[in-house]
């Protein structure tokens, strides 16, 4: 079965520092993949998906994640993060089902 | 267009009492879901429904029942609760089914916090 490994459970960062997630899946055939945020309270939200074409991917708020098919990874990253990022981000990987990563809480210290 | 919505927003259950949590989406999908989510676990797939008429098991089922008989709703039933069942449990729902190649993002509803005690 697949499955999706976020490499960070908690990650503390000041305003403008940079910010790379990791994300990586276990499935040897054609996936799809996707980050969401879930900020604080509220429902998941779609940041960016990968289906076909171009491996960098800007979704919205900066964001942007880079599929490595050799590497089974979709890293999550933005050049500078600010106070309203603090959220959890999940990984989620797609081909016959959804599974969804662990989460990463991400606080920005202001 | 209100996407996907839940109800109850919050729920206090004891042990052993019976409850639905409602879910309705008005996008026209065919293909809905309900997950679970628990602390340092992130979602958990306990049921989905292809179209009216047609469920299937998801990763967590024990515990659950669901029906689908409109396109547009899909409640998730607990019969028996039970303190393992404590959670927050989020309705989604996509254009198309999970399956590489297709654009099958998720559109989540608020979620429903539920506390078995």
């Known amino acids: 079965a697949q499955s999706v490994s976020q490499h960070n459970h908690h990650v503390i960062l000041s305003e403008a520092a940079s910010l790379e997630l990791g994300c990586n899946y276990s499935y040897g055939g054609t996936v799809n993949l996707f980050w969401y945020v879930q900020y604080p309270g509220q429902h998941l939200q779609l940041l960016l998906k990968y289906f076909s074409g171009d491996p960098l991917v800007k979704g919205i708020k900066g964001f942007e994640a880079e599929f490595i098919k050799s590497k089974f990874s979709f890293n999550l990253r933005k050049p500078s993060v600010q106070w309203s990022d603090t959220a959890e981000y999940f990984c989620a990987v797609n081909s016959y089902d959804m599974r969804f990563g662990a989460g990463t809480r991400l606080t920005v210290k202001p | 267009n209100a996407g996907v919505t839940q109800t109850p927003k919050f729920r206090i259950l004891k042990i052993g009492q019976s409850m639905t949590l409602q879910c309705t989406q008005d996008?026209?999908?065919?293909?809905m879901y309900w997950y679970r989510q628990d602390p340092g676990m992130g979602l958990k797939l306990i049921y989905y429904?292809?179209?009216?008429?047609?469920?299937d098991k998801g990763e967590v089922p024990n515990g659950y029942n669901v029906s689908r008989s409109t396109t547009e709703d899909f409640p998730l039933r607990l019969e028996l609760a039970a303190p393992s069942q404590t959670s927050v449990y989020f309705c989604a729902s996509s254009y198309s089914l999970s399956s590489a190649g297709h654009d099958n993002e998720q559109f989540f509803g608020p979620g429903t916090r539920l506390t078995v005690l």
């Open positions: 996008m026209n999908h065919n293909y």
């Open positions: 429904s292809v179209g009216a008429g047609i469920t």
